[in-house]
């Protein structure tokens, strides 16, 4: 074969051996996989890629008779069914015999696993085609993860029972996860919330099956029920001052900051001790949906190794409270969401591991944004930033620094 002329004759030519797999599944598989090209460049709002592909493929490949061209147009338009002119396709007429339950499954079963800290929830469902001709029972997987704030991967596979006792098994074996039995509606609003977040990314995560699977689990997600109560379930809100002020005092009356001598601190500390504690509250809001208890390992070292240096400026006394302050809010937040004591435990050790690279970071400013540093050459320099005199006479004298900075 020639050089193809349009991407849409480098699908067919992809596709050219569809009408002779074995089941429609197969046939999802391939038509998902090509789809994922499409999703995979787009450079935003990948889903609406996909579907302006679809769109266009099919009006251009309308006239195509042959058997392999009738039928990933068919099977395009049961991936895609919100593609324009995917409810116009109709089967060719060498069509394969499965072709007439593409798409055409339902659920058997939906559950959910992840980790105590709440760092990723994994959801898996269960399908089965309503005439077996059409293919194997599958398993659809994605996984959650809270602090990206994304669906961080998807996989569609089987045999579904062995996936289904091995992560049961994973789960058994491991003190710090959990598994549950999942209402669908909520896997369906979980997944599709997050995922319309990974659409819009502009770099995928690297490693996984995002992009080819993309597209079947994007079908397989549709066949979910929804509810009033999930489908209109709104992300969490950051804390108003009220209730900052409320969660602050309420920890500062707790076991764990007696434990570390934070209830009673000097009152030339007690102004560095409510800039951390505030500082960790802005931290959390920063989350797709905050939660200022929800601390594991994973949190803990993005604030203390990466957040607080991009986004605050520590004074010395600051630097030295703040890892005391992580500490004690890590220990009191697992106290109130019930964690272990080998959770908490684990938390701990991880924060202590921290505490020198965190040191460093703080002495050697590299973690700085231009802002940041900015700021924190004019508190060097003694400009009291309340001072618009001081501070404008400050920036003009600094102005080609400034700029050279954030160039």
């Not at 990948?46 to 251009?60: I, K, N, T, Y």
């Not at 959650?144 to 049961?168: E, S, Y």
């Not at 003190?175 to 919330?193: K, N």
């Not at 970071?361 to 004019?378: H, I």
Request: proline share 5%; charged share 25%; net charge negative.
């Amino acid at each position: 074969m020639g050089t193809a002329q349009t991407p849409y004759d480098a699908v067919l030519h992809a596709a050219r051996d569809v009408a002779e797999l074995d089941n429609a599944l197969d046939a999802e598989r391939l038509g998902a996989a090509l789809l994922g090209s499409v999703y995979a460049v787009a450079e935003a709002h990948r889903d609406d890629a996909v579907r302006a592909f679809v769109r266009d493929f099919l009006a251009a490949t309308s006239r195509r008779r042959a058997a392999a061209a009738t039928t990933i147009r068919s099977v395009f338009a049961a991936l895609v069914p919100d593609a324009p002119g995917a409810d116009r396709v109709r089967p060719g007429a060498a069509a394969p015999a499965w072709s007439g339950q593409l798409g055409r499954v339902h659920l058997t079963g939906c559950w959910a696993y992840g980790d105590v800290f709440g760092d990723q929830t994994s959801y898996l469902a269960t399908f089965a085609y309503d005439d077996p001709a059409g293919g194997p029972e599958h398993a659809l997987v994605a996984l959650v993860d809270h602090n990206i704030g994304i669906t961080k991967d998807i996989f569609v596979g089987g045999p579904p029972a062995r996936v289904l006792d091995q992560i049961r098994q994973m789960c058994a074996e491991d003190e710090l996860t959990w598994f549950r039995d999942e209402t669908p509606a909520a896997m369906h609003t979980e997944v599709s919330r997050h995922l319309a977040i990974t659409d819009e990314l502009s770099e995928l995560p690297g490693e996984g099956s995002l992009a080819t699977d993309r597209a079947l689990v994007g079908a397989r997600l549709t066949l979910l029920p929804t509810s009033r109560a999930t489908a209109t379930q709104q992300r969490a809100e950051p804390l108003t001052t009220a209730e900052r002020t409320d969660l602050i005092r309420r920890f500062l009356a707790a076991p764990e900051a007696a434990q570390l001598g934070l209830d009673s601190l000097d009152d030339d500390q007690l102004a560095s001790l409510h800039f951390c504690l505030g500082l960790l509250l802005d931290h959390t809001a920063t989350f797709t949906d905050p939660d200022p208890l929800r601390w594991s390992p994973t949190v803990a070292g993005l604030f203390l190794l990466d957040w607080v240096h991009r986004r605050a400026v520590l004074d010395m006394d600051d630097a030295a409270l703040l890892p005391r302050v992580v500490r004690g809010w890590a220990a009191y937040a697992g106290r109130r969401r019930g964690l272990s004591a080998s959770a908490t435990a684990r938390t701990n050790a991880a924060i202590d591991e921290m505490v020198p690279e965190f040191a460093r970071l703080y002495s050697t400013g590299e973690r700085r944004s231009p802002a940041t540093a900015a700021v924190a050459q004019l508190l060097a320099d003694g400009v009291n930033p309340d001072d618009p005199a001081a501070l404008d006479a400050w920036i003009e004298a600094n102005r080609h620094h400034l700029t050279d900075e954030g160039s």
